[in-house]
């Protein structure tokens, strides 16, 4: 069956534009998380959406990010005003009902270069 | 708070030697474990997991790994390396007691394999 899929796959911007990371999960996996890995580092959580709410979003660095997820399926993840800092490779992961002994399956990523 | 630490940036390994790479865990409770693997622009991909019983877990591609309690490790091994296993792998924790009911994964920060031939 389908996997994660996210787009762009690659997004490159300008210091302080705004920009979105949008993200399929598979099909009736209720529980969808973001990560960014920057080079060199293991992935790092940003947040966890069950359902249609953010039940964890501890991750987010700063009140730039933001994330939704309206109708509990695809999830869109928003940058304002972005940094060169916010360089990285966003990810996001799907589970079928976010209970810790399941698998989260992976995206391909998405690579933000901000210029 | 946890963290997972792997020893070794990167491993170089002769093709048909032994692969071991190593994970180890701080928590004060035994997480879930898990390996995922990630080859050049492509996506994170489960190799194993250990979550409850057999501590000698096997997964894909002839990889397995070991939970010792005792040395709050969880070591990936593969008897007889292969060009195509040349990659970078993950280990992850996640913490089944969470109060929060987030079971995110905490990743260490990878291991690139190189295979030689």
């Known amino acids: 069956g389908a996997g994660v899929s996210q787009t762009p796959s690659n997004k490159v911007t300008e210091k302080g534009k705004y920009v979105e990371l949008r993200c399929d999960p598979i099909?009736?996996?209720?529980?969808l998380y973001w990560y960014r890995q920057s080079l060199g580092q293991g992935p790092e959580f940003l947040i966890y959406f069950q359902g249609t709410g953010a039940a964890d979003d501890s991750g987010l660095p700063n009140d730039r990010f933001f994330a939704v997820r309206p109708e509990g399926s695809v999830s869109t993840l928003k940058i304002q005003r972005t940094e060169r800092g916010d360089s990285a490779v966003y990810l996001c992961?799907?589970?079928?009902?976010?209970?810790?002994?399941?698998?989260?399956?992976f995206g391909p990523g998405t690579r933000l270069t901000v210029l | 708070a946890q963290s997972v630490t792997q020893l070794g940036s990167h491993v170089s390994v002769s093709e048909g030697a032994l692969v071991l790479l190593r994970c180890n865990y701080s928590s004060s409770v035994p997480p879930y474990l898990f390996w995922y693997v990630q080859y050049p622009n492509q996506g994170l991909q489960l190799l194993l997991k250990?979550?409850?019983?057999?501590?000698l877990v096997k997964g894909i591609n002839g990889f397995e790994a070991e939970f010792k309690k005792s040395e709050t490790s969880f070591h990936l091994t593969k008897p007889s390396a292969h060009m195509s296993d040349a990659a970078e792998y993950f280990c992850?924790?996640?913490?089944?007691?969470?109060?929060?009911?987030?079971?995110?994964?905490?990743f260490g920060t990878g291991t690139r394999l190189k295979v030689l031939a």
């Open positions: 992850a924790v996640s913490d089944p007691g969470s109060t929060s009911g987030t079971y995110k994964y905490i």
């Open positions: 250990y979550t409850t019983g057999a501590t």
């Open positions: 099909s009736g996996h209720t529980a």
């Open positions: 992961a799907s589970s079928l009902t976010g209970l810790p002994a399941d698998t989260q399956y």
